[in-house]
């Protein structure tokens, strides 16, 4: 194991000038084995925690068997520092978790909860193996996960930091959530990502933590060491001219992974089967990929991208095309243009996918300092998992419990702002503008109080609530319902991650897909995505949020494509 | 009920006319008003980031936005416009609305600007947005933009906004949009994706909380906590489409079979269908229209055009059109498949009756007229926390017509051009324009030109070949020679432009107005413009001390800085300043923070066993120069490149130019080239480049001219 990762970063560290180091199967291999390899593991070390009343999911990591839970530091509600953090098992169920320190300017807090059954502490990383090692991999948390959908891990390049904070790493893809475990490819925990700072996210070494965490020292094994070793010269941080730099805007590019790209490009079939579709908004460049999937000019793209004017180009060609048909379903559209003989995209099912392969897709445009430009590059991920979109959400299956109210926003104290037609509360007595002082004869002073009791109860519990209307206090009786379901949330902190991505218009409701860590953006929809074998095995149809794309798998895109043959849209 | 209301609309429209101003008076109005406007404005620092504001008492009481202060009794910094950093205390923050208050804890009187109690603004009138975009910026003061009011909006900056085309960014957040009377009418909140569309928090949201924000209160979730409701927002660009597709479907009467199976269904997730469903049952004028026949293909035949569905009550039907039918020809245009017949449809400019040829029949039939497809732009997050765009904003035809109106006094200007302004064109494509400076020399942009062969300039229908005669790569300008009969030279003597001055661009399409929005300077290259960093005094002495020291002897002074002048000496030790003693380097800093540029201050120095005591007017700290660009600066111009270029594009070369007019018209890239004039024609510079959402970029006559002497003197040299 040991000698797979040195191999991997020699080339890297050969000379202080950081040469172009050569990629082949062979190190992409290793890369895949070694993700491969782990993820089942760093699948059984982390787990999602939330804090009550936000209905932000994030991964936290087991550091101890003693249940040491190093985890994102949450933001809480209405500055409530009291709600508790809550630990979301993928069966549905949740816990509170208790708090031994939070650390807000370090973006963390240690909590502590028994090791659910089946998990285990990720073990840590000497801060020596950052000296030899690239490549990293993280969690990548659904915004809202279905219920059993497993955490994702995506691979990332780190940089060190130049002085005068050489124990801080900056991660390429400029992924800046704070509070995010990183490993590397032995599957063991190195550091973790700090707040934004003025520049770009970076993540700190765990030893680094334990410097100003009394709590954290104690508990870390001895082994890990906070006398660090000398770290070397970071590899020069590539600078690029003005426009180049437009095109990368996350800052740091390196070597290692462009040498990785241009293997990728070499999986792809020469003649390729996919195209460009743009339609000149009246004020926006819009343009979107799509595969060929017919000689004749039939082409499949991402429906609810598409504008009024469409061109295709292709081969460095711009023809006019003309929407056929869409299909609701899996948001998929036919387009045409006059042209025979293309190459056509070959569709394949390979039997398993496991998480951690590798996967490519080829970047057809790429946005710079004008318009968006045609591109030749490549994107690289790993699998994750299969997505059932039918399944409920988790925290839909949590027991998540609420009394069918809306609590006007104005005031501190719970006030009734509206009530939902169909919850119980409609069918009491409860009036807008009722004010809820006490729930089951705990004072309810304010929304945190509220949530905190809430908290404790079932869905279907009777609860009497004491209320005043005027001067005039009574009290009823209701049973708790589901909160109701607003529409998922995509996971984008605006405030953190700036301009890292920009996700499609349209990003969940398919029935079945395969979810990724390519990181992709909305006009990056409606490409191939293939295996290392060059295998199609499906279509990128939803940037969903950072590092986190779905594709169609090929069953569901042959179903779409019937369909649409069947029966063009309205002309 | 219904009268009086009629007699108000009158009235407005009445009050309407009466506030247009002319060009030339609203153009000195606005010099006149500038200063003020500029003067009130300010900027906030807190945590890493930065905010504007505006004063609106003497005593330091500051409008602002939730936003920007986060939450109440933040103890933050602000930068006033005569360079004085100060602290300053949050009070409310009003999360719902996102208005804020904020109180600077220094005696005043400050500059301040009064601010309207009511909604006295409305749709059409002129508006002045100013802040710091992209925070800060050493030298630079707050730029000026000007625009209209697209939606008079009173309620929240998020839900009922006042919109304008005064285009603002990240960093200008907080800052104020003032009316014509120079009064503080909205608070910058937030920007959809197109450059027309700025949003403000309307003062009257602010008024309505005002007590609560006064007492320091907090209305909503705080910042972060509030992000949900933004992202809510984020999440689902459609919702207000939603809203309406739900109560349309609510109204649709009982017997209507497929409003009913909608019901049913719990979500539409496409947008195209929910807008397409509501086209269909309550139209609307505006939009582009396409033909419409109300028949569905078969695509599995590649070469055939067969109808497997008719539409009920549809053109096709009517005309007795029948499943099964084969579509062979479309007004003797052969269809042998879908594509051509989706195709030929598309090419049928007005929808007046078709012919079709199918294998039953040959029938006329006129097509309805529907919706064309929308587009509906991808969400973008930004770098102001609420970034959030969803449908496009257009200028309104009413708008589009007082523009026209205003514009019709200057129609002579724009004809006085015709013969001096050539487009360039590759082949078909229209890649810049040219000005001429003599009877067959013209200026353009190198860089639209570059690399390029066989260009030509099109003039009265002809084209003509043009040889590039010179480039200058500094100030990114061209010298072409071409051979036209009847060019005429423009005149290259105006003076630079002050700012808040009203500029206009000769195009094709007719004048487009602008306002220069700062005063003219250097546009660096990405990276190398520094912001002012809090807790770094922006006046400047010009002398620097022994690293080692503590003892404030004087080591260095610099050539020209206000010390030189004043007669500092190397070896002098300051002893006093403004009276008070300074014991450390440090003393000097903390006292000197206090201190404007432009501000006089007394020193005392020991010089050998010599009191000396000597005043001096301070000045602005110039930018430090560095030959790296500065990494957060860096980070910035990017993150503004990439905010801009999703409203419309900017030139590929957009900056690092020596000295430039900076202004604000919305300059489409291939109009650079063009002269750059007043509301009295007399040219200004050479438009260079739209550089980002709030700023287009013009060389100024004065570096045209030193260009073309550079010239002349170099092809001397060569003779």
């Known amino acids: 194991m040991k000698s797979l990762l040195l191999s991997l970063c020699l080339a890297a560290t050969a000379s202080g000038d950081f040469l172009l180091p050569a990629w082949t199967a062979k190190e992409e291999n290793v890369i895949q084995t070694l993700t491969t390899k782990h993820t089942p593991d760093l699948r059984k070390s982390c787990v999602m925690v939330g804090r009550l009343g936000l209905s932000e999911i994030r991964t936290a990591v087991f550091i101890t068997k003693n249940g040491d839970l190093l985890a994102p530091y949450l933001e809480p509600i209405d500055g409530d520092d009291e709600a508790p953090y809550l630990l979301y098992l993928p069966d549905g169920s949740r816990r509170l978790v208790d708090v031994i320190e939070e650390k807000k300017e370090r973006g963390i807090a240690l909590l502590k909860t028994p090791l659910p059954e089946g998990h285990r502490a990720a073990p840590l990383a000497p801060d020596q193996s950052i000296i030899s090692a690239h490549w990293f991999l993280y969690p990548v948390t659904a915004p809202i996960p279905k219920l059993s959908e497993p955490i994702a891990f995506a691979i990332d390049h780190l940089f060190p930091r130049p002085e005068p904070d050489a124990v801080s790493f900056v991660l390429e893809s400029g992924m800046t959530n704070a509070g995010t475990p990183i490993f590397d490819l032995a599957g ?239 069918k009491t007595d409860l009036k807008n503008g009722d004010l809820i002082t006490a729930l089951d004869d705990k004072p309810v002073t304010d929304r945190a109080s509220l949530t905190r009791l809430l908290s404790q109860k079932r869905v279907g519990t009777e609860v009497t609530l004491k209320i005043k209307r005027g001067e005039k206090e009574t009290s009823l009786s209701l049973a708790l319902t589901r909160p109701r379901l607003t529409p998922p949330p995509t996971g984008i902190s605006m405030a953190a991650n700036d301009l890292a991505m920009v996700p499609s218009v349209r990003r969940f409701g398919f029935e079945k897909a395969i979810v990724h860590t390519l990181p992709l953006n909305a006009w990056d929809c409606g490409s191939p995505l293939y295996n290392l074998d060059g295998q199609a095995i499906g279509l990128n149809i939803s940037a969903s949020s950072a590092n986190r794309t779905l594709a169609l798998p090929p069953s569901i895109i042959q179903a779409a494509i019937q369909r649409m043959l069947q029966s063009s849209n309205p002309f | ?362 029938v006329t039939l006129t097509p309805a007229s529907v919706p064309e497809r929308r587009h509906f732009p991808m969400p973008v997050a930004g770098l102001i926390p609420m970034m959030i765009s969803d449908g496009q904003v257009e200028s309104p035809p009413s708008i589009r017509k007082l523009t026209r109106e205003f514009l019709a006094p200057l129609q002579p200007l724009q004809e006085k051009f015709n013969r001096s302004v050539m487009p360039i064109y590759e082949g078909d494509q229209l890649l810049t324009h040219a000005t001429a400076i003599t009877r067959n020399q013209l200026i353009t942009k190198a860089s639209e030109i570059e690399k390029k062969e066989n260009l030509v300039i099109r ?144 020193f005392q120095l020991k010089r050998d066993e010599e009191e000396i005591k000597i005043s001096l007017i301070l000045d602005v700290r110039p930018a430090p120069t560095t030959d790296k660009p500065n990494r957060a600066a860096l980070m910035r111009d990017r993150s503004l490149s990439s905010l801009s270029k999703r409203g419309g594009k900017l030139s590929k070369r957009r900056n690092d130019f020596p000295r430039v007019i900076y202004h604000d018209q919305l300059l489409p890239i291939t109009e650079t080239g063009t002269p750059l004039i007043d509301h009295e024609g007399n040219v200004l510079g050479i438009n260079i480049a739209r550089s980002l959402r709030h700023r287009s970029l013009a060389i100024p006559v004065s570096e045209v001219l030193a260009f073309y002497r550079e010239k002349l003197s170099r092809g001397r040299q060569t003779d």
């Open chain 2, 1 to 362: 009920m219904l009268r009086s209301l009629f007699f108000i609309s009158l009235l407005g429209s009445l009050l309407l006319s009466a506030q247009e101003k002319t060009p030339a008076e609203l153009d000195a109005h606005l010099r006149e008003l500038a200063p003020r406007l500029v003067e009130s404005t300010i900027a906030i620092f807190l945590g890493g980031g930065s905010g504007s504001g505006v004063i609106v008492t003497p005593d330091g009481l500051v409008i602002t936005a939730a936003h920007v202060t986060s939450k109440p009794g933040q103890s933050v910094k602000v930068l006033l416009s005569d360079g004085r950093e100060l602290p300053a205390t949050s009070l409310g923050a009003d999360h719902e609305t996102d208005g804020a208050l904020l109180q600077i804890n220094s005696p005043g009187p400050f500059p301040f600007r009064p601010y309207v109690k009511e909604k006295t603004y409305k749709v059409g009138d002129w508006a002045i947005a100013t802040g710091h975009p992209g925070g800060p910026i050493i030298g630079r003061p707050s730029p000026f933009r000007l625009g209209r009011i697209l939606a008079d909006g009173v309620g929240s900056g998020f839900a009922d906004p006042i919109t304008t085309n005064a285009t603002v960014i990240s960093g200008d957040s907080g800052g104020p949009l003032f009316n014509l009377n120079g009064e503080v009418i909205g608070i910058n909140s937030n920007i959809l994706m197109p450059w027309t569309g700025n949003r403000h928090v309307p003062m009257p949201s602010i008024i309505a909380k005002w007590d609560a924000l006064m007492a320091s209160e907090m209305i909503g979730r705080p910042s972060q906590s509030a992000m949900p409701q933004f992202e809510e927002l984020f999440d689902e660009p459609y919702r207000d489409l939603r809203k309406e597709f739900l109560e349309a479907l609510d109204a649709r009467p009982a017997d209507d079979t497929e409003a009913r199976e909608l019901r049913e269904r719990p979500y539409i997730l496409d947008p195209h269908h929910m807008q397409g469903l509501l086209d269909r049952w309550a139209p609307k004028e505006e939009g582009e229209k396409i033909p419409f026949l109300g028949l569905k293909l078969d695509l599995h035949k590649i070469t055939q055009a067969l109808i497997t569905d008719i539409t009920k009550g549809s053109p096709a039907e009517k005309a007795g059109l029948k499943k099964g039918d084969l579509i062979q020809a479309l007004d003797g245009k052969t269809i042998s498949s879908p594509t051509d017949f989706a195709f030929a449809l598309k090419s049928l400019k007005e929808t007046t009756s078709i012919q079709l040829t199918t294998n039953r029949a040959i």
């Open chain 2, 459 to 602: 003039f009265e229908e002809k084209d003509y070949l043009i040889r590039v005669v010179t480039t200058d790569e500094k100030r990114d300008l061209a010298l072409i020679a071409v051979d036209i009969e009847g060019l005429e030279p423009i005149k290259l003597t105006a003076p630079e432009p002050e700012v808040a001055a009203l500029v206009f661009t000769p195009t094709s399409r007719g004048l487009l107005p602008g306002v220069i929005t700062q005063p003219s300077r250097s546009s660096p290259a990405s990276g190398f413009e520094l912001n002012v960093e809090s807790d770094q005094p922006s006046a400047y002495v010009g002398i620097s001390f022994t690293g080692d020291d503590i003892q404030p002897t004087i080591q260095t002074v610099e050539l020209g800085s206000p010390a030189d002048t004043a007669g500092f000496l190397e070896g002098d030790v300051i002893t006093h300043f403004e009276g008070k003693e300074i014991e450390s380097i440090d003393d000097l800093g903390k006292a000197l923070k206090d201190f404007a540029p432009g501000q006089k201050v007394r």
């Open chain 1, 188 to 426: 063991r925990l190195v550091a973790m990502t700090g707040p934004t700072d003025k520049e770009t996210g970076r993540a700190l070494l765990i030893s680094r933590l334990a410097e100003d965490s009394e709590k954290l020292r104690e508990i870390l094994p001895e082994r890990v060491s906070a006398d660090l070793p000398p770290l070397p010269l970071s590899p020069a941080l590539k600078e690029k001219e003005d426009d180049e730099e437009d095109k990368k805007k996350e800052a740091p590019s390196s070597p290692l992974s462009e040498a990785r790209e241009t293997f990728a490009q070499s999986l792809v079939p020469g003649a390729a089967p996919f195209a460009i579709i743009f339609n000149e908004g009246k004020a926006v460049t819009h343009s979107i990929s799509a595969v060929i999937i017919r000689s004749n000019g039939f082409l499949l793209t991402k429906a609810s991208e598409l504008g009024p004017d469409l061109n295709v180009r292709y081969a460095g060609k711009t023809y006019p095309a003309a929407l056929l048909a869409t299909d609701e379903a899996s948001d998929l559209a036919l387009v045409s243009i006059d042209a025979t003989n293309l190459p056509v995209i070959q569709w394949a099912s390979p039997e398993t996918l496991t998480a951690g392969t590798s996967l490519v897709t080829p970047i057809l445009l790429q946005e710079t300092s004008d318009e968006m430009v045609v591109s030749d590059s490549m994107a690289l991920g790993t699998f994750s998992h299969q997505l059932d979109g039918n399944s409920p959400t988790l925290h839909a299956a949590s027991e998540v419990t609420s009394l069918g109210i809306v609590a006007e926003q104005s005031t501190s104290e719970v006030r009734v702002a509206s009530i939902g037609p169909d919850s119980p509360a409609a």
